[in-house]
Protein backbone atom coordinates (compact mmCIF):
# COMPACT_ATOMS: atom_id res chain seq x y z
CA UNK A 1 0.00 0.00 0.00
CA UNK A 2 1.40 3.36 -0.74
CA UNK A 3 -0.23 6.50 0.12
CA UNK A 4 0.44 10.32 -1.71
CA UNK A 5 0.26 13.79 -0.20
CA UNK A 6 0.25 16.53 -2.57
CA UNK A 7 1.33 20.13 -1.35
CA UNK A 8 2.56 23.40 -2.06
CA UNK A 9 0.21 24.85 -4.41
CA UNK A 10 -0.99 28.03 -4.97
CA UNK A 11 -2.44 31.25 -6.44
CA UNK A 12 0.74 32.72 -8.74
CA UNK A 13 1.07 35.19 -11.29
CA UNK A 14 2.05 34.61 -14.85
CA UNK A 15 5.63 34.47 -15.05
CA UNK A 16 6.22 33.30 -10.84
CA UNK A 17 7.26 30.15 -9.79
CA UNK A 18 6.03 27.61 -7.13
CA UNK A 19 7.62 23.67 -5.88
CA UNK A 20 4.80 20.89 -5.35
CA UNK A 21 5.72 18.45 -3.13
CA UNK A 22 4.69 14.75 -2.95
CA UNK A 23 5.59 12.81 0.32
CA UNK A 24 4.89 9.39 -0.10
CA UNK A 25 4.19 6.53 2.83
CA UNK A 26 4.66 2.67 2.77
CA UNK A 27 7.25 0.05 1.35
CA UNK A 28 9.22 0.40 -2.00
CA UNK A 29 9.34 4.56 -2.81
CA UNK A 30 12.66 4.30 -3.46
CA UNK A 31 12.20 1.80 -6.19
CA UNK A 32 9.46 3.55 -8.06
CA UNK A 33 9.00 6.04 -10.91
CA UNK A 34 6.66 8.96 -9.64
CA UNK A 35 5.30 11.37 -12.47
CA UNK A 36 3.48 14.59 -11.89
CA UNK A 37 -0.23 14.62 -13.83
CA UNK A 38 -2.17 18.14 -13.93
CA UNK A 39 -5.45 18.19 -14.73
CA UNK A 40 -7.33 21.56 -15.87
CA UNK A 41 -11.06 22.13 -15.64
CA UNK A 42 -12.79 19.51 -17.92
CA UNK A 43 -9.95 18.04 -19.21
CA UNK A 44 -8.59 14.66 -18.88
CA UNK A 45 -5.09 14.13 -16.63
CA UNK A 46 -2.10 15.00 -19.08
CA UNK A 47 1.55 13.65 -18.08
CA UNK A 48 3.80 16.30 -17.78
CA UNK A 49 6.95 15.05 -15.77
CA UNK A 50 8.62 11.08 -14.67
CA UNK A 51 11.15 10.61 -12.09
CA UNK A 52 12.96 7.00 -12.00
CA UNK A 53 14.15 5.13 -9.26
CA UNK A 54 17.57 5.73 -10.82
CA UNK A 55 17.03 9.76 -11.03
CA UNK A 56 16.69 9.90 -14.55
CA UNK A 57 13.90 12.44 -15.88
CA UNK A 58 11.50 12.70 -18.58
CA UNK A 59 9.45 15.72 -19.73
CA UNK A 60 6.22 17.03 -22.13
CA UNK A 61 7.26 19.02 -24.69
CA UNK A 62 4.77 21.83 -22.97
CA UNK A 63 7.17 22.08 -19.84
CA UNK A 64 10.26 21.29 -21.00
CA UNK A 65 13.11 23.52 -19.90
CA UNK A 66 10.41 25.35 -17.53
CA UNK A 67 9.56 22.35 -15.08
CA UNK A 68 12.23 20.17 -12.93
CA UNK A 69 11.08 16.68 -11.39
CA UNK A 70 13.12 15.68 -8.81
CA UNK A 71 13.37 13.78 -5.70
CA UNK A 72 15.09 12.81 -2.09
CA UNK A 73 14.81 9.30 -1.00
CA UNK A 74 15.78 10.46 2.38
CA UNK A 75 12.44 12.19 2.79
CA UNK A 76 10.30 9.72 0.42
CA UNK A 77 8.89 12.56 -1.54
CA UNK A 78 9.06 13.91 -4.68
CA UNK A 79 9.62 17.41 -6.12
CA UNK A 80 8.07 19.64 -9.20
CA UNK A 81 9.55 22.82 -9.39
CA UNK A 82 8.07 25.29 -11.29
CA UNK A 83 9.13 28.29 -13.30
CA UNK A 84 7.71 30.83 -15.76
CA UNK A 85 4.26 29.67 -15.12
CA UNK A 86 1.54 30.56 -17.78
CA UNK A 87 -2.22 30.97 -17.21
CA UNK A 88 -2.55 27.58 -19.07
CA UNK A 89 -0.96 25.80 -16.33
CA UNK A 90 -3.42 26.12 -13.91
CA UNK A 91 -4.51 22.82 -12.85
CA UNK A 92 -5.22 20.40 -10.26
CA UNK A 93 -1.47 18.62 -9.89
CA UNK A 94 -1.46 14.94 -9.09
CA UNK A 95 1.45 12.64 -8.40
CA UNK A 96 1.63 9.54 -9.25
CA UNK A 97 3.58 5.80 -8.76
CA UNK A 98 2.77 2.40 -9.13
CA UNK A 99 3.23 -0.75 -6.93
CA UNK A 100 3.08 -4.56 -7.16
CA UNK A 101 0.44 -3.82 -10.21
CA UNK A 102 -1.52 -1.51 -8.78
CA UNK A 103 -1.73 2.26 -9.76
CA UNK A 104 -1.74 5.36 -6.59
CA UNK A 105 -2.65 8.63 -6.61
CA UNK A 106 -2.76 11.62 -3.85
CA UNK A 107 -5.66 13.91 -3.72
CA UNK A 108 -4.30 16.54 -5.25
CA UNK A 109 -2.88 20.16 -4.95
CA UNK A 110 -4.76 23.11 -6.88
CA UNK A 111 -2.16 25.54 -8.96
CA UNK A 112 -3.80 28.83 -10.44
CA UNK A 113 -1.75 31.67 -12.60
CA UNK A 114 -3.68 34.38 -12.99
CA UNK A 115 -2.64 38.24 -12.51
Known amino acids: QVQLVESGGGLVQPGGSLRLSCAAS????????MRWYPQAPGNQREWVATITSGGNTNYAASVKGRFTISRDNAKNTVYLQMNSLKPEDTAVYYCNTASSGLDYWGQGTQVTVSS
Open 26 to 33: GRGFTSNF
